[in-house]
């Protein structure tokens, strides 16, 4: 800020741009020059009257700074002394005259020239700045003290003095500051705000100190109380040591359980060494407590302990009925397992894969697996693990590093041959930590496993003799290479009747015990149970229908409290309704009327099958692409187009005229919109709804279907026959439409089911129509009729009532 009491003068001098440093007024500095344009910059300074400008310049790394990379204001100085040293550059020592302002610089012989500006202040003494003056001295000496990098008694000589110009700028030079913080103090041309701005600073200064001389005094403390505790732990050594008893005790009862645990060689001979080097450290030491925790895991991981193998097959095979029903073939690859350990002295371990809907029984039929062959059983859930860490564990280099959850679980086991259930394998997922399905590979390789190495162990373990079971609700999520090295099983959803089993015998006397009944309280007939599969639930398992006898039996055991221990009551068909309220779901499709345009379809779920109604309007228009809603993926909506196609191939067939679709829109709904739809599977579904539209001839709708379609009308096969066809025996239609192909399938469907549906196999479209139809196709073809304007359609053909899956 300038003032009418400024002074200029304006001058010419030879310029030096200085690095990492800011020179003040009255300050003596010494510093080298390197530079070939500051060489000669001071040899035209010392050929004149030894004085130069010098400017810090911005960026100290670059060495041919420019005007605008030097800060504006700088320092007049006169060189007091010059040193031509060996290797060609020059000490020199100057002092600080007076600030400047840098105006113009040019480049002179090889040097730069400044056109400089002086501001001078003349200063009026006053109370104001003797106030000024004195506080800046007391907090000075106060800075001073606190400062270990100054001399005190140096400094508090320096800065008495009567000039404050000349105080703050001795005062500024003297602070510990940075350089950007140095050049706005030096920019400061006034003597009295720079006297207020260096109070300023000193008050920051002095509180930055005193926080630091806190943290040093509470560090000292701690320091001074580690040597206190190291000094008298050396002194119970010692006496422990005269006695006879202590610490070396402990180092031999280590030595002794790594003896007896039974390590490979290399293991043993690694636990010794991390025996010598704790026994050399001090206790209290960071390093001593890692190499004990370490030593702890070598010790606590089972190395030989195995379980006693029940062999015995006929055992096995009745503890897995009394624990589940049905699920044969699951049980039958069990007993084969067991078969082969009979025979074979030491077989490889094995690695299963249960794959099925959720509440099936894949996590119970592991502990079921357990309990038949007397092995201890771990589970590690595997839902939303991402980190590889996880599974191998972290470097002992880490801070709280731990072994990985394989180790852990063997740990927990205490046996070397458990099952071992990996719940939820499909729900794995990655990021920028690794992959965890990838660390797995080696865990269920029984190639690899027999050397499985723990990145916290850093040893090989041996995994081969643990008994691995996978659990996944779908198959696609699991990348290939794991999916290789497992044996997949399949569990299906349950038919009603196994419903029915499963809960008289397992879940209506689960759900009793839990609610504290006895058999006098209550009682479910099949009818009660059947009524509760069909009108409560909609599932492949027995989650829900466990759930919903658990709500039965929680109001019985109110009325119980309320009435007495002697209360009784049947639960029945007729009065399931009065526990658990209104039914969620209708019980049949099979007995609503026929009508154009809908029908009925089967879907493949990660939840089990599902049934999925097609709704089909033709409406006036002017023949555009067919309209697709629902929420369709694009397999379906382009099995959705190939049926339009086929269905306008097939104009004669339908009695329809050749250009029909030219004044028609055809729409395709697949109701509950809000639910993502995909798959081929709904070709043939589709179109026999646009038959059947265009026709104005109804769909029967006791019968499902499902099926890929081609152009040519050719059906094609589908996955997931086992599970559309327990949907379609589940919503009460017991007619299905299937493809040809899909007849070597029913293998894999039971028994009861097959005989309790009628199925039809197809090759072609037009065998679909044949028997979905309620009423055959025209026999009359139109040559080559133009298409005459849409007919109005009955209301009974377009109202369709709500789809249920």
Same mark, same amino acid.
């Not at 209104?582 to 099958?609: M, N, P, Q, Y």
């Given at each position: ?347 490889? *371990? ?15 039929? *592991? ?66 930590? *690794? ?277 040519? *009308? ?92």
């Amino acid at each position: 800020m300038t003032t009418s009491k400024e002074k200029f003068e304006t001058k010419k001098l030879p310029m030096m741009p200085i690095r990492d440093v800011v020179i003040f007024p009255f300050m003596m500095t010494p510093f080298v020059v390197g530079r070939e344009s500051s060489v000669r910059a001071l040899e035209e300074a010392l050929a004149a009257d030894k004085k130069i400008f010098l400017a810090t310049q911005h960026d100290a790394s670059i060495d041919e700074p420019k005007a605008n990379e030097i800060y504006q204001v700088g320092t007049i100085v006169n060189i007091v002394q010059s040193l031509k040293l060996p290797d060609g550059n020059i000490k020199v020592l100057v002092e600080g005259i007076e600030r400047g302002r840098l105006l113009q610089a040019s480049d002179v012989d090889g040097y730069m020239q400044a056109s400089v500006r002086v501001a001078r202040y003349p200063l009026e003494m006053n109370q104001q700045i003797e106030a000024g003056m004195q506080r800046v001295t007391t907090l000075f000496e106060q800075y001073v003290k606190l400062c270990q990098a100054l001399n005190y008694e140096t400094m508090i000589s320096a800065v008495r003095m009567e000039d404050p110009a000349k105080l703050t700028d001795i005062i500024a030079a003297n602070l510990q500051l940075s350089i950007e913080e140095k050049q706005e103090l030096l920019e400061i041309f006034d003597p009295s705000e720079r006297l207020s701005r260096i109070a300023d600073v000193l008050d920051v200064e002095i509180e930055k100190l005193n926080v630091d001389r806190t943290i040093q005094s509470r560090v000292k403390r701690q320091m001074e109380k580690a040597q206190k505790e190291y000094y008298l732990n050396e002194k119970i050594k010692a006496i422990q040591k005269e006695l006879g008893r202590g610490e070396k005790s402990e180092f031999d009862e280590l030595k002794k359980k790594v003896d007896a645990a039974g390590m490979p060689k290399e293991v043993k001979d690694k636990a010794l060494q991390e025996l010598k080097k704790l026994e050399a450290m001090p206790p209290m030491s960071a390093e001593s407590t890692v190499s004990r925790n370490y030593l702890d895991w070598l010790l606590a991981v089972p190395w030989k302990k195995r379980s006693k193998e029940i062999r015995n097959i006929s055992r096995a095979e009745k503890v897995l009925n009394e624990d589940h029903y049905g699920l044969e073939k699951i049980k039958e690859r069990i007993l084969e397992f067991l078969a082969v350990r009979q025979l074979v002295k030491n077989p490889k *371990g094995s690695i299963l894969c249960f794959v099925g809907p959720p509440g099936v029984g894949k996590t119970s039929l *592991g502990m079921s697996i357990a309990k038949a062959t007397g092995r201890k059983f771990v589970r590690m859930s595997l839902g939303g693990v991402r980190d590889e860490a996880e599974i191998r564990g972290h470097r002992r280099t880490y801070i709280g590093a731990l072994p990985g959850q394989i180790i852990q679980m063997m740990k927990k086991a205490g046996t070397k041959n458990p099952v071992f259930m990996l719940d939820e394998v499909d729900k794995m997922s990655m990021d920028f930590r *690794g992959d965890p399905s990838a660390a797995l590979l080696e865990v269920l390789d029984p190639e690899q496993n027999y050397m499985f190495v723990d990145h916290y162990l850093d040893v090989e373990y041996d995994l081969s003799q643990v008994f691995f079971i996978a659990t996944a609700n779908v198959m696609h999520t699991i990348p290939p290479a794991l999916q290789d090295r497992m044996e997949v099983l399949r569990l299906h959803g349950y038919t009603e009747q196994e419903k029915v089993e499963i809960a008289k015998q397992f879940l209506v006397k689960k759900q009793m015990v839990q609610a504290g009944l006895s058999e006098k309280n209550v009682k479910f007939t099949d009818e009660a149970i059947t009524a509760l599969i069909r009108s409560y639930t909609r599932e492949a398992g027995v989650r829900n229908l466990e759930r919903e006898i658990g709500n039965v039996c929680r109001k019985v055991a109110r009325k119980v409290v309320k009435e007495g221990v002697d209360y009784s009551i049947a639960i029945t068909a007729d009065n399931v309704n009065d526990f658990l309220g209104v039914i969620k779901f209708r019980d049949t499709l099979a007995h609503e009327k026929s009508e154009v345009g809908l029908v009925t379809g089967l879907a493949w779920t990660e939840v089990g099958g599902s049934i999925l109604s097609t709704e089909v309007s033709v409406v006036e228009g002017k023949g555009a692409k067919p309209i697709l809603t629902g929420k369709l993926g694009d397999v379906m909506q382009e099995s959705a187009q190939a049926a339009v196609t086929y269905v306008r191939s097939r104009w004669q067939r339908l009695g329809l005229p050749r250009d029909f679709y030219r004044n028609i829109d055809i729409h395709v709904h697949v109701p509950e919109g809000a639910i993502p739809k995909d798959g081929p599977s709904a070709g043939i579904t589709i179109a026999t709804a646009i038959s059947s539209a265009l026709s104005k001839i109804p769909v029967r709708r006791d019968i499902a279907m499902t099926g890929e379609i081609t152009l040519r *009308g050719k059906v094609l096969p589908i996955g997931g026959l086992k599970e559309k066809l327990l949907a379609a025996h589940r919503a009460g239609l017991f007619e299905v439409i299937l493809p040809r192909d899909n007849e070597k399938d029913l293998a894999e469907v039971p028994e009861n089911l097959r005989n309790a549906m009628k199925l039809h196999f197809v090759d072609t479209m037009d065998q679909v129509l044949q028997i979905a139809l309620e009423a055959p196709l025209p026999t009359t073809l139109h040559e080559d009729v133009t298409a005459q304007p849409l007919a109005p359609i009955p209301p009974s053909a377009t109202e369709a009532p709500a789809a249920h899956q």
